[in-house]
């Protein structure tokens, strides 16, 4: 009888122990999920305080950091921004991060709605968008990769006033990055895009325009914080602008920006159904339908899918033999 209960008693002590290991595992891994967690609003308040101190305005309204057991993330029901200057405001509802415990430097997000004003520029701008959600794989000093997708952007005018010239609409948007290697991968898209130029009641209508291209030394420009396009060299995989229909344009080829801002670039331009996209944009722009017309009938004249080359050498713009003028130098 003794000889029974001696290993009842083992058992039971070695299962009190792994019961007060798992108990100790547990508070421990608490205690530093709310370290780690108070970390995270610490730095958010640094971020904020650090804006403040240039002179700019910042808010995290009710700022929480949330997602125990297995996540990490900053919640606010309003964020904002202001620069210094004035010139550029930023405000955001209801803003949700996390990451996973075991990958803290891969970050998702959303956003219920975000607003971007330029008050200090003539004319104002503003853009918003609502149901953002965001990705991102944090590195120095450019995220690996990052993805945002939106809906019902907008671009137009501030409240004050100042005609933009264009009013542009999307229903949903997406764009995304990656670094390769030392340049930087960037293909964004819009879809049922709506422009309504100055002046005009009828909008374009758009199904997609999209745009694929890389930055080249688009890390280093990046960790110079350069925010001049001079001396910049992009490859233009394809930018796109359907017209519905599979008629549209497509525009591909390297583009250089020298010191002085003049552009050169080997591009080559492909019109997918001349006919009908000179069609739909005489109806879109009545008072420009001739001069569509006529600009795009050399193209209907080689088939349903032509392609000419346009070159613009130190910012003179050229399709084979015929000039169409100077781009302005880049800032």
């Known amino acids: 009888m003794a000889s029974r209960e001696r290993p009842a008693r083992g058992y039971s002590r070695r299962f009190a122990w792994l019961a007060i290991a798992i108990v100790a595992v547990i508070g421990l891994y608490t205690a530093g999920w709310f370290y780690m967690a108070s970390l995270l609003d610490a730095e958010a308040g640094k971020a904020i305080a650090r804006i403040e101190r240039d002179g700019g305005v910042a808010l995290c309204a009710n700022r929480e950091a949330r997602g125990y057991p297995f996540r990490i993330g900053l919640f606010c029901d309003r964020i904002g921004v202001t620069d210094a200057k004035g010139n550029v405001e930023v405000r955001g509802e209801g803003l949700r991060t996390a990451a996973q415990v075991y990958d803290p430097f891969r970050i998702i997000g959303e956003l219920d709605a975000l607003h971007i004003g330029y008050p200090g520029r003539q004319p104002g701008v503003s853009a918003s968008a609502s149901d953002m959600r965001f990705s991102a794989s944090v590195a120095q000093p450019l995220p690996e990769r990052a993805s945002i997708t939106m809906r019902a952007i907008a671009v137009d005018a501030d409240p004050e006033g100042n005609d933009l010239p264009v009013t542009v609409k999307a229903a949903t948007g997406a764009a995304h990055m990656r670094r390769n290697s030392g340049d930087v991968d960037v293909a964004m898209e819009a879809?049922?895009?709506?422009?309504?130029?100055?002046?005009?009641?009828?909008?374009?209508?758009?199904?997609?325009?999209?745009?694929?291209?890389?930055?080249?030394?688009?890390?280093?420009?990046?960790?110079?914080?350069?925010?001049?396009?001079?001396?910049?060299?992009?490859?233009?995989?394809?930018?796109?602008?359907?017209?519905?229909?599979?008629?549209?344009?497509?525009?591909?080829?390297?583009?250089?920006?020298?010191?002085?801002?003049?552009?050169?670039?080997?591009?080559?331009?492909?019109?997918?159904?001349?006919?009908?996209?000179?069609?739909?944009?005489?109806?879109?722009?009545?008072?420009?339908?001739?001069?569509?017309?006529?600009?795009?009938?050399?193209?209907?004249?080689?088939?349903?899918?032509?392609?000419?080359?346009?070159t613009i050498e130190k910012s003179v713009a050229r399709i084979a033999f015929i000039n169409l003028g100077r781009v302005p130098a880049l800032k």
């Open 191 to 310: 879809r049922h895009v709506s422009i309504v130029p100055a002046g005009m009641d009828e909008a374009i209508l758009l199904p997609l325009i999209s745009l694929d291209l890389t930055v080249e030394d688009g890390v280093e420009r990046f960790a110079r914080r350069t925010e001049s396009l001079r001396g910049t060299s992009i490859v233009l995989r394809s930018v796109t602008v359907s017209l519905g229909e599979d008629a549209g344009v497509t525009v591909s080829g390297p583009v250089a920006i020298d010191p002085q801002g003049l552009v050169d670039a080997s591009l080559q331009i492909t019109v997918n159904k001349p006919a009908t996209v000179a069609a739909r944009l005489g109806e879109a722009l009545p008072s420009e339908r001739e001069r569509i017309q006529a600009a795009l009938s050399g193209f209907a004249m080689l088939g349903d899918s032509p392609s000419l080359p346009l």
